[in-house]
């Protein structure tokens, strides 16, 4: 059925959708990537394409950005058109100095946050929720046969993005160190908590555009790589 955030009619929208946040991003990976796209669903420009990638039917649509928004698209997805699995493609920043580089790809083992949303959805009092079991095995095993290397890690699912400064100058160390938390971003929590609680399954590709600790900063040539490789790794699993 339709709701008021998306236009699909039943049937549109595949199993499994792909989540990056950007709406443009979205088009641009199903443009890409797919065969035979229709557009889905196009209100607040929030854009939505359901095509093939390899005679495989698959949906791609934008979530906004942050929990709430992530968490309408993606619990509609689920409990209202029948979706079974939602994979996000996203880019994060990065807590820590070993193990990850400028430009990786990161498999999203489990989300962190201090975020009141699953609290409040359902009453939920945990901070970490895990990524589905089965999707990180068909991801690892995705990215192994494209020969890409994929770290692994906690992502710190932030309501913020903007820091006062002495928050920001203690942010590193404290979910780090505190939380052990690897990388940061805005969505995986409220996407997984909502997997959860509909009993469906998600997951979660990151590309690290920044590196806290080293003040580097990815180019926009440079992100476009790398989620064009994480697009990739996705859509290998179907």
Do not use: W
């Amino acid at each position: 059925m339709s709701t008021e955030h998306n236009s699909a009619r039943p049937g549109e929208i595949a199993k499994t959708v792909l989540m990056p946040g950007d709406p443009l991003r979205a088009k641009f990976f199903a443009e890409t990537f797919l065969e035979d796209v229709h557009l889905f669903n196009s209100i607040r420009n929030m854009y939505g394409f359901t095509g093939k990638y390899k005679g495989k039917p698959v949906s791609i649509m934008g979530s906004g950005m942050g929990i709430c928004s992530i968490g309408i698209y993606s619990y509609e997805l689920f409990k209202f058109f029948d979706v079974d699995n939602i994979i996000r493609l996203g880019t994060c920043g990065c807590y820590k100095d070993e193990n990850f580089e400028l430009l990786d790809t990161v498999l999203v083992k489990d989300a962190f946050s201090l975020s009141t949303y699953a609290k409040e959805q359902s009453g939920f009092e945990g901070n970490v929720i895990p990524a589905d079991p089965g999707l990180l095995d068909k991801l690892r095993a995705s990215a192994k046969a494209l020969g890409y290397p994929l770290p692994e890690g906690r992502t710190h699912s932030s309501d913020v993005i903007y820091y006062e400064k002495e928050q920001d100058e203690r942010k590193v160390t404290r979910y780090r160190d505190e939380f052990g938390c690897d990388i940061i971003e805005c969505e995986c929590f409220a996407l997984f908590h909502n997997a959860r609680v509909t009993g469906k399954h998600a997951g979660g590709l990151m590309s690290i555009v920044d590196l806290e600790t080293r003040d580097l900063h990815s180019t926009a040539e440079e992100r476009e790589r790398g989620n064009l490789r994480m697009c990739e790794i996705a859509l290998e699993i179907l």
